[in-house]
């Protein structure tokens, strides 16, 4: 069983185009985080959020608590955002629990 | 440069062997964690850390130990290795959270150690 399911698993979009990715958990969380990995391996935290929406240039995350799940979107889409997209969650119990992430490639 | 690094970034190593994994934060974050890395599994917590000499154990612990004597480092040992360990290894850090959780804290990750147990 997996706490933390991502959807979809692979997505290709062409340069431009508006991007979605979905993440739904299965436990109390007291925050949400977004990840991103590089192609060369490198993990870099995107957002960290417990409610609402948040937004950091062409991304935007959303939450919803009642319903357990977060949304990724990236806006105008170009080929640098292509990654392996994260969703992790963690608990008031100090347990994490991470996605098999969301492997993006954005196509000139 | 300020930063989180990891050495080595790859090692190959052989079944029943001690293999020792560095991690080096210049930050002076509280928090360090080490995690795995599979595919199919995402990642995974072996142990994190508080604070100096304070380490506590995450989802998968076992066949590893760590120790932490000083606040900037935080060494991983595989005691015996087995091919199961065969890995990505990635450390991270974070700052203290102000009455949060663990993941309440964004972190920050090192830029991973290929591990090959044959």
């Known amino acids: 069983k997996n706490e933390v399911e991502q959807s979809p698993q692979n997505l290709t979009a062409q340069e431009g185009e508006f991007i979605t990715i979905n993440c739904s958990y299965s436990v109390g969380i007291s925050a949400l985080h977004w990840l991103q990995q590089h192609p060369g391996g490198g993990i870099v935290s995107l957002f960290m959020l417990s409610s609402g929406k948040k937004k950091h240039g062409r991304l935007i995350a959303t939450i919803n608590i009642q319903e357990k799940h977060s949304s990724l979107h990236i806006t105008a889409s170009h080929p640098r955002d292509s990654a392996v997209y994260i969703c992790?969650?963690?608990?008031?119990?100090?347990?994490?629990?991470f996605g098999t992430g969301t492997s993006l490639t954005v196509i000139p | 440069d300020a930063g989180i690094t990891q050495s080595p970034r790859y090692k190959i190593t052989e079944t029943g062997r001690q293999v020792t994994l560095m991690c080096h934060q210049t930050w002076s974050h509280s928090y360090m964690f080490w995690y795995r890395q599979d595919l199919g599994h995402g990642l995974r917590l072996i142990y994190y850390?508080?604070?100096?000499?304070?380490?506590d154990k995450g989802e998968v612990p076992d066949g590893y130990v760590v120790s932490r004597s000083k606040t900037e480092n935080f060494p991983l040992t595989l005691e015996s290795a087995t091919r199961s360990q065969t890995s990505v290894y990635f450390c991270a850090s974070s700052d203290i959270s102000a009455g949060g959780t663990l993941l309440a804290m964004k972190q920050f990750f090192g830029p991973g150690t290929r591990l090959t147990v044959l």
């Open positions: 992790a969650v963690g608990n008031t119990g100090n347990q994490f629990y």
């Open positions: 850390s508080a604070a100096a000499d304070i380490t």
